[in-house]
């Protein structure tokens, strides 16, 4: 069984900062690309930021400039550091990746989505 498990979510003040986690666990070949993904209230899912296993990365225009994703594939985590937050970033941040997963007759590709974490932004 295979895992993501997001943390750093928080209530935080316009301007300030946080830094998000996603942990993958369980029976991981390889971990492919990463992505961290919102959802507003009442808005559709959106991709905030992806990165290759190699590290390139790519970004919404809305966050460009402001967030940064890196990860470490020791851990099989990646990160979301979050700055000069403001109140329409608040939403529930997600993680999602692509996977190569041992099974009992081999390997196979899949994708999978941690729970959530909530990001709210206001004074």
């Known amino acids: 069984q295979v895992q993501l498990v997001e943390s750093g979510g928080g209530l935080v003040q316009p301007g300030g900062s946080l830094r998000l986690s996603c942990a993958a666990s369980g029976r991981i070949f390889r971990i492919n690309d990463m992505r961290w993904y919102r959802q507003a209230p009442e808005n559709e899912r959106e991709l905030v930021a992806s990165?290759?296993?190699?590290?390139?990365?790519n970004y919404a225009n809305s966050v460009a400039g402001r967030f940064t994703i890196s990860r470490d594939n020791a851990r099989n985590t990646v990160y979301l550091q979050m700055n000069s937050l403001e109140p329409e970033d608040t939403a529930v941040y997600y993680c999602?990746?692509?996977?190569?997963?041992?099974?009992?007759?081999?390997?196979?590709?899949?994708?999978?989505w941690g729970q959530g974490t909530q990001v709210t932004v206001s004074s």
């Open positions: 999602n990746a692509d996977l190569e997963i041992r099974t009992m007759y081999g390997y196979t590709g899949t994708n999978h």
């Open positions: 990165i290759t296993s190699g590290g390139g990365a």
